[in-house]
Structure formats: C-alpha cells, structure tokens
C-alpha cells in the first residue's frame, strides 16, 4: 500500500486584512503520528486548524488531509477527521446519547453500526449509565468526555484534538490519556494543540512550535531540546523553604534565572556543577539542609520559551508584546 | 461509467439530505418551545393581526387568509434567528461547520426545522377557520402548496439574517424584524394591493409574502392578483435566492 501522509500543508498563508495570521507555513504530519502543534495565544493555531477542518479558506497556498485537498475535496477529507474543539461543543439540552447520535448522523455512519459504536465509545468514557440523561447535567469532566466520544464516532484515521485534558479532574484526565494512547496504538494520527508542554513532550512523536503566523522550528522534543543545550537547571528543596530566598538564589553566581514551585527552586544555568556547589554553601551559610536536588536538561517548556520570545517572570510564564 | 457515477451522485444526495435532516431534528429537539421562539414564532403574529383586525367590519372568517399568512411568515422566520446565534454561542456552530456536508445541505437543514414548525402553527388559524367561522377552502392543493412554499420561502429568510456573524439573538432579531414587520403592510395582507398607491404597488412586487398571501387568497377565495402557477414560480425564485445568499454569507462570514 502506498504511503500517503495524513496532512501536508504547503506555503499556506492566511491574511485578514492587513493582519497576517499565517505567513507561509509548510509541514508534513505521518499516518499514525501524534503531531504537537504548540503556540502562544494569536501564534496561529487556531487558524490553522480551521483551514485544515475546511472551516476557513486560505489566502494561499494548500493543505491535503490524506490526499484529499481540503479546499476542493472538502467532503471526503472532512469524512476521515474526528475534530475534538477546546470548548465542550455539546448539545445540552440533548441528551448523552442523542448527541452521539446526532454526530454519526452528521458522519454518515450507518444505523447499526452508530448506535453499536455509541454505546461502545460511552461506556468506554464512563457515560454510559448517564445515556438517557440530559448533558446540562454533566461535570465539566463528563462533558469533555462526550466531546471525545463525538469526536470519535465516525472511527477517524485523523483526530484534532484541541486542549483535550485542559482543567479537568483527574478521573477524566487519565480516561482520555489512556483512549488516546490507546487510539495511537491503533495507528490514528493525531493532530495535537494544547497549552500543557508536558502533555506534548510525552504524548508527540514531533511537535511544531508556531509564532507569530511563522513555523519557528518543528522536530522530535528530545532533538529540540538538544538545540538549547545551554539552557539547564538545577532543581533542589532545602529543609525550610520560603520566597524570600528566591531573589537571594537568583544573585548566586552563574545563575540566570530562579523560580519557585511548590517547595522546590530551580535555578537556571550555563555551569550546573558550579550552581551546585553555590547551592551547597548557600545553604551551609544560612543553616539549611538540602533535602534532595537534581541536574536537568532543558524541557520542552524552555525551548518553546526560547523560540517563541516569551520570558518567564516570577515563575509564570508572561508574553513579550 | 455513468450509471456508476449515477450511483454515487445519489448516494451523497443521500447523505447530504440525512444529514440535513438531523439538524433539522436536532433543532426541534431543542428549540421549538423555547421562549423567544413561541414569543416571535406565535404570539408575535396573533396580536399584529388582532391589532389590524379589530375595526375591521369585515367578517371575522375573511380575515383567515391574512392570519394564516403572517403566521406563516413569522413562524417560519423564527427558528434560526434563535437558534444559530445561541449555538455559535456555545460553539456547536462549529461542529456543524466542520462536518463532512456542504454548506447547502447545512442551510437546508437548519430551514427545514423552521419550514415544518411554520408548517404545524399554521394549521392552527387554518382550523380556526374551519371550526369557528366556517370558513371554506375552495381549492386545497393551492392552499397546500402556498402554505409549503411561503413557509419555505420563510424558513429560507430566517436562516439567511442568522448568517449574521453574531452570538446575540436579538441583534438578528432586530434586523430581521426591520424586513418582517414592512412586508406584512406591503404585501396585501391587511390593505389589499390594488388600493395601495402606485409605488407601494410596485414595492409589493418584491415581497415574497405577496405572493404567498396571493395563493392563499386564490385557495379561500378563488380571487388573486396573478396566476397561482406564477405565485409559485416566484416563490422558488426567492427561495433559490435565499438559499444561494445565505450559502455565500455563511462562506463568507466563516472566515
């Protein structure tokens, strides 16, 4: 069987106006792989979904989801996507399984076959016994469950998924993690956005970082992170931890930059085993103990933050506009 | 091979118009009794008319035709005006932007919803007619085939000024209403069309309700302006027009 990629995208650029939202952007996503599309707010993600789920028209340039082009063929390749938007796009005031229904209706899946997979993918996301209620009812959790379970009842060879476990609880995060390993496992290329780096670091075979409308770089997170080998960190806890010390951490030689999380600091560095031993005297000097620390490479996070301008401030991560 | 070709032209006929058909049950599902919608799409048409007909002298049976066809219009007009808003709202908009149908199918479907409410609140000035005033129908299939067009035609409008890019219902609302409320003056529905001063005459040539309102006329009284066949021609004229505007608004605005 031939090879075909499940989406190619070439030279596409969309302006509004005098604005121009995507400036060119070329990239390849594989069949049966999970591909991170990774931005700030207004980078262009957004847009480039909605050209390539057909919903909105490029100023130039195409994009083919499975061969099919998604301007001219909009049909057939809409028909192989399930599309799973950030916001809980249900019908409230139907219930669990109307709208599951009513999807399948939407992707032309037969009778047997949609009401099989309805119950399938409903007790599958833990809603089964909630079917004949109406989804005004529904956790926050339970409602991205069904926007999953929705996005999947046409079995796509393509998944969208937007911000899929953002502000959920834990029981609905670890239901969609495990369905989507499970769906990749299966072969379904999945097409990823999300705020969470962590959550692209483990779930991407490639991630893309987009800024500013420009595709900024896109490899495998472990090669990206090889490209910013310079920025390393120090993470340690000392036995009495407070914010105070935080500025006093930050003056320490060699170090670029210090945050605090929870009861740990992590210091920012070009010279770890220096950092360390700063560290150590640090806290000989103000009667501390060390209770654990670690060396770390660069994360995901850093290198998105290095590529895409942003730089951190007080351990929150602030846009430079 | 054609007949291949036939086959599968039929078949995404098939799809599309399944499709179409569950969003129009979608939308009776969640819409039809809402609020707003039996305030514009019932209430709204009963107290015009009882405000034009009280001082009329003529029989209360005559004025039948009139009510049936502003119902007519303000039901039909009034499903997606309420409904596209609030789901753009909410964002299931989207879903139905991003499913494998064409926009037409999508228009249609959203249309139907209103055309068989319009179809079902119509029937009741029609058996108001029948029960109380005994008001004679002398030719059915007229009235028939005016109630399906005119409600169409409506349905078809209402989805067009939904296209508007806005989550607020009573923007479309008002806009809308600044389209409805002048064609039930211009239409013959109240001052009939040949006492009307020439240029409201040739106005009335461009509602759509005055051609509705002509049919119905025609199926109660056997007396009309122009021919029913040409009634019903330019009745699919405007719903082609509709359909087509409303196709490239929703292109348009999507972007």
């Not at chain 1, 909605?50 to 028909?79: N, V, Y």
């Not at chain 1, 369905?179 to 999300?194: E, I, P, S």
Request: proline fraction near 5%; charged fraction near 20%.
């Amino acid at each position: 069987m031939e090879y075909m990629e499940a989406i190619e995208v070439s030279h596409l650029i969309k302006k509004f106006g005098p604005l121009t939202a995507l400036n060119d952007i070329t990239f390849s996503v594989g069949e049966g792989e999970t591909f991170g599309f990774l931005g700030p707010n207004g980078a262009g993600k957004t847009t480039t979904i909605r050209i390539l789920t057909g919903i909105s028209s490029p100023t130039s340039g195409t994009a083919t989801i499975f061969g099919h082009d998604i301007e001219r063929d909009t049909i057939a390749a809409r028909q192989s996507m399930g599309i799973v938007s950030e916001n809980s796009n249900v019908y409230d005031d139907l219930t669990a399984w109307q709208n599951m229904i009513f999807s399948a209706q939407l992707y032309h899946v037969g009778r047997k076959e949609r009401e099989k997979k309805t119950n399938e993918l409903l007790t599958i996301f833990g809603l089964h016994e909630r079917r004949n209620d109406k989804v005004h009812g529904f956790s926050k959790g339970m409602k991205r469950r069904l926007t999953l379970a929705m996005g999947l009842v046409n079995s796509p060879r393509l998944l969208f998924l937007d911000e899929p476990t953002s502000g959920l609880d834990v029981q609905s995060n670890l239901i969609i993690r495990d369905v989507v390993t499970d769906l990749v496992g299966k072969g379904v290329t999945v097409f990823l956005t999300t705020h969470n780096i962590e959550e692209a670091n483990v779930m991407c075979d490639r991630v893309a970082i987009i800024n500013k409308g420009n595709i900024a770089a896109i490899d495998a997170p472990e090669r990206l992170k090889k490209t910013i080998q310079s920025v390393q960190s120090i993470e340690f806890s000392f036995n009495h931890n407070s914010a105070d010390q935080l500025d006093e951490l930050r003056r320490l030689p060699l170090v670029n930059d210090a945050q605090k999380a929870g009861d740990k600091f992590k210091l920012y560095t070009q010279e770890p085993s220096e950092v360390i031993d700063a560290v150590m005297a640090y806290a000989r000097t103000h009667n501390l103990k060390v209770i654990s620390i670690t060396t770390l490479g660069p994360s995901l996070e850093d290198v998105f933050i290095r590529l895409t301008g942003l730089k951190r401030a007080g351990g929150a991560v602030h846009a430079i506009d | 091979m054609p007949s291949i070709d036939l086959e599968g032209g039929a078949k995404r006929l098939s799809r599309e118009l399944s499709a179409a058909w569950a969003i129009a049950r979608k939308d009776m599902r969640i819409y039809y009794f809402k609020p707003n919608i039996i305030v514009s799409g019932i209430l709204f048409p009963l107290f015009m008319f009882l405000a034009f007909a009280t001082g009329k002298n003529a029989p209360p049976g005559t004025l039948i035709p009139g009510l049936i066809a502003i119902t007519l219009l303000f039901s039909a007009s009034s499903i997606e005006p309420v409904s596209i808003p609030i789901e753009r709202r909410v964002k299931t908009f989207e879903r139905l932007l991003s499913a494998p149908i064409s926009l037409h199918s999508l228009v249609f479907g959203e249309s139907l919803s209103g055309f068989l409410y319009s179809l079902v609140i119509a029937c009741l000035p029609l058996a108001l007619g029948v029960v109380m005033f005994s008001t004679a129908i002398q030719n059915a299939p007229v009235l028939v085939t005016a109630m399906i067009l005119t409600s169409f035609c409506f349905a078809t409008l209402g989805t067009l000024f939904a296209a508007y890019p806005t989550e607020n219902v009573g923007e479309v609302m008002s806009m809308l209403n600044t389209v409805r409320l002048p064609l039930i003056f211009i239409s013959g529905v109240f001052i009939p069309i040949s006492s009307m001063p020439l240029i409201g005459q040739k106005i009335a040539l461009f509602s759509p309700l005055t051609y509705g309102n002509d049919m119905i006329e025609f199926a109660y009284t056997g007396k009309s302006l122009f021919s029913p066949l040409l009634d019903i021609v330019v009745l699919m004229i405007f719903i082609l027009i509709f359909q087509i505007a409303a196709n490239r608004l929703y292109k348009k605005f999507n972007e």
